[in-house]
T-cell receptor
Framework: GEEVAQTPKHLVRGEGQKAKLYCAPI?????VFWYQQVLKNEFKFLIS????????ETGMPKERFSAKCLPNSPCSLEIQATKLEDSAVYFC??????????????FGPGTRLTVT | DQQVKQNSPSLSVQEGRISILNCDYT??????FLWYKKYPAEGPTFLIS?????DKNEDGRFTVFLNKSAKHLSLHIVPSQPGDSAVYFC?????????FGKGTRLHILP
């Protein structure tokens, strides 16, 4: 597609429950990124993929968070045993290249996760 | 420690005048800088970018200036229009990831 699609738009989970978020990158884009936006304005890089391979996971919390980008499927970000502090908007982005011209990342509309 | 800083949380500008949004960074290894615009409940939208080897890039009403020695960049919008009211994020590219500032909320006054 021409836009990054993210589902669901909103997700409410009780503390300790699992949350799974999905992202379909723009067709033809090789790179997918996940960001977490907390406190309304602060973005935190979580993980990036080059096609189905993890490229950089330095931002991923060591426990409870995992992500996949499998062929012919939307990418996913999964949080096991959610905590209150996981409440945030999770943005997915995709880009054609990693550096130079056309490395701009295009963002999806985000998934708002509320942990109660 | 913040590598990309936007020190003004908000800015109000009269319609038709110039809006200037500022951004400072600390890492001299950044090779690409970007500005994103964000409306409520939407993802950030790419606006304009500049390579570290340039000092100016212009696209319509939007111009980005880069001062490498001062580690400072700015976004100029002229003339400002009501639809420009949004949060603007300065960002720097480091390898695969984009590092964002905290954003500046721009209000365009009628």
């Amino acid at each position: 597609g021409e836009e990054v699609a993210q589902t669901p738009k909103h997700l409410v989970r009780g503390e300790g429950q699992k949350a799974k978020l999905y992202c379909a990158p723009i067709k033809g884009h090789s790179y997918v990124f996940w960001y977490q936006q907390v406190l309304k304005n602060e973005f935190k890089f979580l993980i990036s993929f080059q096609n189905e391979n993890v490229f950089d996971e330095t931002g991923m919390p060591k426990e409870r968070f995992s992500a996949k980008c499998l062929p012919n499927s939307p990418c996913s970000l999964e949080i096991q045993a959610t905590k209150l502090e996981d409440s945030a908007v999770y943005f997915c982005a995709s880009s054609q290249w990693l550096a130079g011209v056309n490395n701009e990342q295009y963002f999806g509309p985000g998934t708002r996760l509320t942990v109660t | 420690d913040q590598q990309v800083k936007q020190n003004s949380p908000s800015l109000s500008v009269q319609e038709g005048r110039i809006s200037i949004l500022n951004c400072d960074y600390t890492n001299s290894m950044f090779d690409y800088f970007l500005w994103y615009k964000k409306y409520p409940a939407e993802g950030p939208t790419f606006l304009i970018s500049i390579s570290s080897i340039k000092d100016k890039n212009e696209d319509g009403r939007f111009t980005v200036f880069l001062n490498k020695s001062a580690k400072h960049l700015s976004l100029h919008i002229v003339p400002s229009q009501p639809g420009d009211s949004a949060v603007y994020f300065c960002a720097a590219s480091e390898d695969d990831k984009i590092i964002f500032g905290k954003g500046t909320r721009l209000h365009i006054l009628p």
